[in-house]
């Protein structure tokens, strides 16, 4: 597609369900990110892939939290367990090339998850 | 953790007004992007500025860099309705690094 799709938009968990959020970036590229973005704040970095491999998965809350991009295309981030405070806008975002910045990152329009 | 601050938080203006919004950050950088996000959407790229670079232009859109003062703003001229909108600011790391931290943003409302 033209731009990073992202799926569910919308999704409503009860507490201790697990989900899984699913991200098509650009085809063709190289780097990966998945922010969260809690209400009235700006995203906060989770993880970060080139290709398939998972470089940077500092961000992540706990470990509850799983992502993976196993063919360096699609990935998926894994909330197990979920709580309500895991309630926020997961957002993906996708670049061209890989390592270094300087390069426009491209978002899609976020996973919409409520904890009830 | 926040790598920068956007200020005012809050920025109300009439259609055709100049907008300006100001971002802050603590550690040196190679790169700042600004982004503009509409309500429930994603977040879509406006403009990247280079440590190097004080200032650039794209349509409507000024923004400089003053990296003595760590901080960088963001001027919309003859502001639209359809610019009302969050505007965040994402610094990278001084090494680098792919890992673009934002800021809390501002949120624009422009009166018709």
């Known amino acids: 597609g033209a731009g990073v799709s992202q799926s569910p938009r919308y999704k409503v968990a009860k507490r201790g369900q697990d989900v899984a959020l699913r991200c098509d970036p650009i085809s063709g590229h190289v780097s990966l990110f998945w922010y969260q973005q809690a209400l009235g704040q700006g995203p906060e970095f989770l993880t970060y892939?080139?290709?398939?491999?998972?470089?940077?998965k500092s961000g992540l809350p706990s470990d509850r939290f799983f992502a993976e991009r196993p063919e360096g295309s699609v990935s998926t981030l894994k909330i197990q367990r979920t709580q309500q405070e895991d309630s926020a806008v997961y957002l993906c975002?996708?670049?061209?090339?890989?390592?270094?910045?300087?390069?426009?990152?491209?978002f899609g329009e976020g996973s919409w998850l409520t904890v009830v | 953790s926040q790598q920068g601050e956007e200020d005012p938080q809050a920025l109300s203006i009439q259609e055709g007004e100049n907008a300006t919004m100001n971002c802050s950050y603590k550690t040196s950088i190679n790169n700042l992007q600004w982004y503009r996000q509409n309500s429930g959407r994603g977040l879509v790229h406006l403009i990247l500025i280079r440590s190097n670079e004080r200032e650039k232009h794209s349509g409507r859109l000024r923004v400089t860099l003053d990296t003595s003062k760590k901080s960088s703003s963001l001027l919309i001229t003859a502001s639209r309705a359809a610019d009302t909108a969050s505007y965040f600011c994402a610094t990278d790391g001084y090494s680098g690094t792919y890992k673009y931290i934002f800021g809390t943003g501002t949120r624009l409302k422009v009166l018709a």
């Open positions: 892939f080139q290709n398939e491999a998972q470089l940077d």
């Open positions: 975002a996708s670049s061209p090339s890989g390592g270094g910045s300087g390069n426009t990152i491209y």
